[in-house]
Nanobody, 126 residues
């Protein structure tokens, strides 16, 4: 089956950096995008925000406006790992971060999510 396992979340101070990793396996060939989503404390699951997404065929990436220029998504096919480099972290970045694979790259977003990871918690404090 399709498996996504996130790691790298921890508590960090404002202005700090973190790199999240998502080890994936068994991803279906019809899933053409992957991405990082986050769910802030107290928000419902359907309120998950797309943070950074990537077309798995190479090239296009998309970022939420709130993280543009601070967060960077990358994918290492040799290691079957998706990364999210997070810089200049802010308290509002505090959330559970989920890795996901989707069936539809719309050109600006990864949609029709097929599988989610279990999440990794990022806490940013001042």
């Amino acid at each position: 089956g399709q498996v996504l396992v996130e790691s790298g979340g921890e508590s960090v101070q404002v202005g700090g950096s973190l790199r999240l990793s998502c080890a994936f396996s068994g991803i279906a060939s019809n899933n053409n995008c992957m991405g990082w989503f986050r769910q802030a404390p107290g928000k419902k699951r359907d309120g998950r925000e797309a943070v950074a997404t990537i077309y798995t065929g190479g090239g296009p990436k998309d970022y939420a406006g709130s993280v543009q220029g601070r967060f960077f998504i990358s994918k290492d096919n040799a290691k079957n790992t998706l990364y999210l480099q997070m810089n200049s972290l802010k308290p509002e970045d505090t959330a559970m971060y989920y890795c996901a694979a989707g069936r539809l790259w719309s050109g600006r977003a990864c949609e029709n999510i097929a599988v989610w990871g279990q999440g990794t918690l990022v806490t940013v404090s001042s």
